[in-house]
C-alpha cells in the first residue's frame, strides 16, 4: 500500500553531503536515523535544527534561489506521482516472480 500526501515535507541530514564517506549521517534522513545525530557545524545556516521543512517551506527556499519557475504542483508533485506508480509496478513485478517461484516448488 502506498499513500500519498499533498503537502509533503523535506528532510535533510545531519551532516553535509559527501560521496568521500558513506555513513548513516549523511546518506540517510530518516528521522528515525538522524535522532541518533547531532547536527555539524559545518552545514548550511539555512537548514532548519529539526532536519524538516514542509512543502511550502520549501517552495519560499525554491523562489530565493530563482529555482521555482514553473508550478511546484507541475513538476514535483507530478515526478513524485509517476515515482509512485513505478515503484509499484516493480513491486508487482517481483511479487509475480516469487508468487511463480514458489508454485513451482510445490
Known amino acids: 500500500m502506498s499513500y500519498f500526501f499533498r503537502e509533503s515535507y523535506v528532510r535533510f541530514c545531519s551532516k553535509p553531503f559527501t560521496l568521500d564517506d558513506f555513513h548513516e549521517s549523511i546518506h540517510l534522513s530518516n528521522n528515525a536515523v538522524q535522532c541518533h545525530y547531532t547536527n555539524s557545524d559545518q552545514r548550511d545556516p539555512a537548514l532548519p535544527d529539526e532536519n524538516m521543512w514542509d512543502c511550502y ?50
Open 57 to 106: 517551506t520549501f517552495q519560499s527556499f525554491l523562489k530565493t534561489q530563482g529555482k521555482l519557475d514553473v508550478s511546484f504542483a507541475r513538476t514535483i508533485i507530478v515526478a513524485y506521482n509517476w515515482y509512485s506508480v513505478g515503484r509499484l509496478m516493480c513491486t508487482n513485478y517481483i511479487f509475480g516472480l516469487l508468487c511463480s517461484h514458489m508454485s513451482a516448488i510445490y
